[in-house]
């Protein structure tokens, strides 16, 4: 590890600590959503006795992506629950989107078509593709730059402002994504090319907040259509526009590295404004000293968020992490207010900043530091969410750093078409966000340090060279894949010698009806396990969970005391060197471990961690098999520590 980054993450830990003692018993990140639940609980500024004040508003997205965030990392459904009863304020039975007008051509409003995403991937419903490709559609229409950058609005004709970077590409490429437009990729990074190129000061690196290619705004410098000056927020939704693009920007696409030597020049820039003594930065991020300047809270958010995702990534060196760490500890000191056990607010938020309209904005150091400083204002709150999401995921330890977790997808290899009628690979993958997914199990590998990989050919001693874990889930039969790829004895050599040499394997039945096990169990049979193919944990009536419940006894090697919800699974038949990790009620075999070689195999004869019951939506609290999964995960990690 970096000793620069290794430091950082230890004094992470050290602030989330030491903050107070409220903060030790919660991380900020929930103390932050907690306030904000009760502040905005079914969506920003609504109140019942004038619900027609309720607007469509970017505002509200930023905070939704944090809440997605602290959802993925906590497995707390009462998160996902906030963010679709906040949709749904909006979007109709049909997919149409209330208070919203496509004619405005408003970049703004296509901003929470992130979150219609985030709610369609979950849960299936095409109501929330129909909203989104609304946007999508405004996106196609919206109106140009003579070189092809989208106007921030129709009514501010000719004009690109940062801010708008973040208000659509981020979109665009997720939507892009879904629907695989591989097209839209260019057009995404000429975006940021041209934004930069039109915006960018040579002398500091910093990006002036807008352009003008017209020249004929009253705030635009007539030689070169720049505004006046560097604004905060907007160099700070530009950080986060790129990082979030990054995302969904496919690997292999010649223009990705365009983004990030962007990124790369822009962590140069605001590094170098960064103040020294707090860490923070200035609302007008150049003139520290100027009559009124300000530390602000949403852009010093937006800066951790964009240079600490950008380091887990390997966007940005190591190295910055140090920026956003000091900027961190900062911002608990300078914004941050306990106001009750559990529930923070966030001071020290610029209400808004523009340029143009009536009353005029004409981009005056004197404008921008005449506008209105609030408390928990959502764009900064929003903001705040993203940034306590990675700086909490950085302090988590990293076992599995510098190791790689191999998923099959060969014997399992489930295909079916999608919205677009593409082809889908799904049931147990790393990215797949619905109930059949594995997307939160892999965030825990990759928050802990592990990078996540897929393997779509046959295990060999080659393709498992690098691999430290190798996950084999559900094996496919005719039922669900025309052409299964069923456990072969070379597959058995091959993975057995892996195994031998100090690999770390994990076999992941299901009950018979629902995997092909008779080819499985060659595999499994070298390590002394046997899948039974019984149905056990079966639940007759949808709510009767304890049907399905496994309780593990204190003094487990893997998992700390809880109830489990394992549900149709295969029990095991052990012999040799396999033993017992878990039984159920009746005394049969729920997991093993075995003992190989210089390796080590866990057995379990259910897929078991995938989303339907891991992400607080289905199943009670009182099951705790999100928590599990990450002690499993840390167990994964000791195994390849210990195999030499």
């Given at each position: ?46 109140d019942p006795a004038n619900p027609k004040r309720v607007k469509w508003a970017y505002d509200q997205g930023v905070i939704l992506e944090g809440i997605d965030g602290l959802w ?121 090319v041209w934004m930069e190129k039109n915006s960018r000061d040579a002398k500091t690196g910093l990006l002036y ?436």
């Amino acid at each position: 590890m970096n000793k620069i980054f290794k430091y950082s993450v230890l004094a992470v830990s050290s602030s989330i600590l030491s903050f107070n003692a409220a903060a030790q018993t919660q991380p900020l990140s929930k103390q932050m959503a907690a306030t904000v639940m009760e502040i905005w609980k079914d969506s920003l500024n609504l109140d019942p006795a004038n619900p027609k004040r309720v607007k469509w508003a970017y505002d509200q997205g930023v905070i939704l992506e944090g809440i997605d965030g602290l959802w993925k990392r906590t497995g707390d459904g009462e998160y996902f629950k906030y963010m679709q009863k906040s949709m749904d304020f909006f979007v109709t039975k049909d997919g149409d989107i209330q208070r919203y007008k496509q004619s405005d051509y408003n970049i703004d409003n296509v901003k929470n078509g992130r979150s219609l995403l985030t709610l369609y991937k979950v849960t299936g419903n095409k109501k929330y593709f129909k909203a989104a490709t609304i946007l999508w559609d405004q996106l196609k229409e919206h109106p140009r730059t003579k070189e092809g950058g989208f106007w921030h609005k129709k009514i501010y004709p000719w004009q690109m402002w940062l801010d708008g970077l973040y208000m659509g590409q981020p979109f665009y490429a997720e939507y892009a994504a879904l629907i695989k437009d591989e097209k839209a990729f260019d057009d995404i990074a000429n975006q940021f090319v041209w934004m930069e190129k039109n915006s960018r000061d040579a002398k500091t690196g910093l990006l002036y907040h807008g352009w003008d290619e017209s020249k004929a705004e009253a705030w635009a410098d007539k030689t070169t259509g720049k505004s006046p000056n560097f604004w905060g927020r907007a160099m700070g939704w530009y950080g986060m526009a790129m990082v979030d693009v990054l995302e969904n920007f496919p690997e292999n696409h010649p223009r990705r590295k365009e983004i990030i030597d962007i990124l790369n020049r822009f962590a140069v820039a605001i590094q170098k404004v960064q103040d020294q003594k707090t860490g923070l930065w200035y609302d007008v991020l150049d003139k520290p000293t100027g009559k009124g300047n300000y530390l602000e809270a949403s852009a010093s958010s937006m800066f951790v968020y964009t240079i600490a995702k950008a380091v887990r990534n390997g966007w940005l060196p190591a190295s910055y992490f140090a920026v956003a760490d000091k900027a961190y500890k900062g911002m608990q000191k300078e914004f941050v207010q306990q106001d009750a056990p559990g529930k923070i607010s966030l001071k020290g938020t610029v209400a808004v900043s523009g340029l143009g309209g009536k009353p005029y904005r004409d981009g005056s150091y004197e404008y921008y530091i005449s506008e209105r400083v609030i408390t928990n204002d959502p764009k900064g709150v929003g903001a705040f969410l993203l940034a306590l999401n990675e700086m909490e995921i950085a302090a988590m330890p990293k076992p599995g750093k510098g190791k790689t977790v191999m998923l099959d997808s060969y014997f399992n290899n489930e295909v079916k078409k999608d919205q677009s009628n593409n082809d889908l690979s799904w049931h147990y993958k790393w990215d797949e966000r619905p109930n059949a997914g594995f997307s939160f199990w892999g965030d825990q590998f990759r928050n802990s340090g592990f990078k996540t990989n897929t393997l779509y050919q046959a295990p060999t001693a080659t393709n498992l060279k690098n691999a430290s874990v190798y996950i084999i889930v559900d094996p496919d039969f005719e039922k669900e894949n025309p052409n299964p790829k069923f456990v072969s004895a070379t597959d058995v050599k091959q993975v057995s010698t892996w195994v031998k040499a100090g690999g770390v394997l994990v076999l992941m039945g299901n009950d018979a009806p629902n995997a092909e096990l008779t080819n499985f169990n060659k595999l499994a049979n070298v390590f002394g396990v046997h899948f039974k193919g019984d149905s056990k944990g079966t639940v007759p009536v949808a709510t009767n969970f304890e049907t399905a419940k496994v309780v593990v006894p204190a003094g487990n090697q893997i998992f700390k005391p809880k109830d489990l919800f394992i549900k149709e699974y295969s029990s095991l038949k052990l012999s040799g060197a396999a033993k017992s990790m878990l039984k159920d009620k009746d005394g049969d075999d729920v997991m093993s471990v075995t003992k190989y070689g210089k390796g080590t195999v866990f057995v379990i004869g259910d897929p078991w961690l995938y989303n339907e019951y891991v992400d607080g939506r289905r199943i009670p609290a009182s099951y705790q098999n999100y928590e599990a999964g990450q002690e499993l995960v840390n167990w994964l990690a000791k195994q390849v520590a210990s195999k030499k």
